[in-house]
């Protein structure tokens, strides 16, 4: 059976891009795949966090994970920094990837150039702890959106290397990136994609919101000139993404979803009513979650402990191929 694992950061609040990029897609892996989610918090703390928010944020993250269809007797969910093999592997491999090869990473040019004047090295070696948590487990494929593409080719880099330098190590990984949903754009901003991490929310709509206010920002979503509903991402690149959001909450394709609609602000309200859909049953059993707290750490510890069952295989294999003595 190929065996798939994924994460997410447990920072700001989850929004539609995650969902539709890769949190839906995992939901159907679990049926078909041996699967681990992860919600990485060793990768939150790259950026200045505030110890209150981690903690909360990476509870209602696992809360999350189990809302949106994700069932921890089906997969194994758990918190990243409660296998601490992941940042030792990380150290392994931070030591066989190339100053260079991290140096080209776009996320990190991108990260730090929009962050104050501290830049810390792990956000520097970021991609080495993202490589760690999918060779850790042997995993075969891994479903994110389009922006982690460039992180999922230094893996495969990482992992051919290290086979040929020390012998066959690890399961070299490959990408699975959806043809639809897999790069959702800002409403306001239509050339930059979807993110927690926006300075303005107008533009991002956010899982957990308030669905009056999730209705509002598609109705305000950015058009294009122009008034034929067509998906043409180069020119109509607001209405593009209105279309390739219907499409991926729809399961259809944006081109036939186009058909359908001759204005602009009924798309936009078919759109908005078509992820209220999806999203709200998700809101409502997450909240259920959060209010048992005892429950949620049951999951949460389960999740722990069938990881840890798994990690420690990989990494043994690891130290061993590079010499590391074992324990007597
Ligand atoms: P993160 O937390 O930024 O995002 C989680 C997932 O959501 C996808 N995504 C999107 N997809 C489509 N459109 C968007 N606008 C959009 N925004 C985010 C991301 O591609 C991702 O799949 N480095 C990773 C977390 C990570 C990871 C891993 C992923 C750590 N270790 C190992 C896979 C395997 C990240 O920051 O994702």
Same mark, same amino acid.
């Given at each position: 059976?190929?065996?798939?694992? +994924? ?84 150290? $392994? ?41 999918? $060779? ?25 290397? =290290? ?36 300075? +303005? ?6 899982? =957990? ?120």
């Amino acid at each position: 059976m190929t065996r798939v694992f +994924s994460g997410i950061q447990p920072t700001g609040e989850f929004q539609l891009g995650n969902y539709l990029g890769a949190l839906r897609h995992w939901v159907v892996d679990q049926h078909e795949h041996d699967s681990l989610f992860c919600a990485v918090d060793l990768h939150a703390i790259t950026l200045r966090q505030d110890p209150a928010e981690l903690h909360q944020k990476t509870l209602e993250a696992i809360a999350a994970l189990i809302a949106v269809g994700l069932d921890p007797e089906t997969c194994i969910i758990f918190v990243q920094s409660h296998v601490h093999e992941h940042a030792e592997l990380a150290w $392994l491999i931070e030591c066989t990837v190339a100053f260079g090869e991290l140096s080209r990473m776009t996320q990190f040019k991108d990260k730090s150039a929009r962050s104050d004047a501290h830049i810390s090295a792990g956000l520097f070696t970021y991609p080495a702890l993202m490589a760690a948590d999918i $060779l850790l487990y042997d995993i075969d494929r891994v479903p994110v959106g389009d922006d982690q593409r460039q992180h999922l080719e230094l893996t495969r880099d990482v992992a051919e290397r =290290f086979n040929s330098r020390y012998g066959e190590t690890f399961v070299v990984p490959a990408a699975a990136i959806a043809k639809v949903g897999a790069r959702v754009m800002d409403l306001q901003e239509p050339q930059s994609k979807m993110s927690k991490s926006s300075a +303005s929310m107008a533009g991002c709509v956010q899982l =957990f919101e308030d669905r009056d206010s999730i209705v509002k920002k598609f109705k305000r979503a950015v058009t294009d000139s122009g008034s034929e509903v067509s998906f043409d991402v180069e020119n109509k690149p607001g209405v593009s993404n209105l279309l390739s959001i219907l499409a991926a909450v729809t399961n259809s394709d944006p081109e036939s979803v186009a058909n359908e609609y001759d204005r602009y602000g009924d798309l936009k309200v078919a759109t908005a009513e078509a992820v209220l859909e999806v999203i709200g049953p998700i809101q409502d059993r997450r909240a259920e979650l959060l209010a048992d707290p005892a429950e949620l750490s049951r999951l949460i510890e389960l999740g722990a402990v069938k990881a840890q069952a798994l990690a420690g295989n990989v990494l043994e294999r690891a130290r061993s191929a590079m010499g590391f003595v074992a324990r007597p």
